[in-house]
């Protein structure tokens, strides 16, 4: 799967919490939404002045952040239904230490042929 294949699909399944998600497809979609983020600080602090600590509020990373939400969500429960986990297991997150485990799952190669969670593999 290509750069914007992968953003294409993530965009155009940005609710879709079901089927699997490949390590490409999860990647691309990660980085875009960093760069995407990244440039909205730099604009906010461009715009509106200060740094983060001053403008605590930074209007275009908040909404950068609140419209990714979903999408980066739903996109990471995929990619754990692709290593053959349950979508729950991204709570695990909450733990802090639990970052390292989905970092790992997040770089695994996913499981060939069907799993569970292969019914919405389009």
Known sequence: MDFMTSITTC????????????????WYFTLTVWLVS???????????GGSASENPSM?????????AFLPVLSVSVRRLHDVN????WYLIALTGVGVLLLLYWFAKKGTE???G???AMA
């Open 117 to 119: 969670y292969s019914l």
């Open 59 to 67: 209007p275009l990373t908040s909404v950068v952040n609140l419209v």
């Open 85 to 88: 986990r349950s979508g729950w």
């Open 113 to 115: 042929g069907e799993n």
């Open 38 to 48: 990244i440039i909205a600080m730099v604009l906010d602090q461009a715009l509106f």
């Open 11 to 26: 965009l155009r399944k940005f609710a879709t919490f079901s089927g699997r998600a490949s390590r490409p497809e999860f």
